[in-house]
């Protein structure tokens, strides 16, 4: 009898499931508007988060360093939907929050490590470097 008797079953069951999910992660593509391909040449800083009050990274930049801090982009000129689209540097996730202050509970969106936008999805007011 195997050792595992009766369960040997369930456990080739949720071992298969786990990995056709661990499959549809690896291959779901980036969001609409996102890409991972190489970084354009409109934020030539490593470690920063750009931001462009213009479309495809386009108009006036604004740049953000730094780690485990809330920028409030109303206090820059930045809130109110300004930033259109941005570029991360980064090798962390930057938060976009529509809400002041980086608060939880309000819209918000991921930009990834090495990825670049266009156009962004919410009208950011602050952002989170992690």
Known sequence: MNR???HSKWIKAALSSFALTALAFATTPP???ASTAALPTQC????TICLYDGP???????TLT????CVDLVSHGWGGGRAK????TRSTVVVLWASTGCASGGPFQ????NEFRSPLGLS??????Q
Do not use: E, M
């Open 4 to 6: 595992l008797g009766n």
């Open 31 to 33: 969001p609409a508007g």
């Open 44 to 47: 030539p800083f490593t470690q």
């Open 56 to 62: 495809g990274f386009t108009g006036a930049r604004f």
């Open 66 to 69: 730094g780690s485990n801090t």
């Open 85 to 88: 689209s941005a570029i991360n």
């Open 110 to 113: 991921y930009i990834f490590p």
């Open 124 to 129: 950011a007011n602050s952002v989170q470097l």
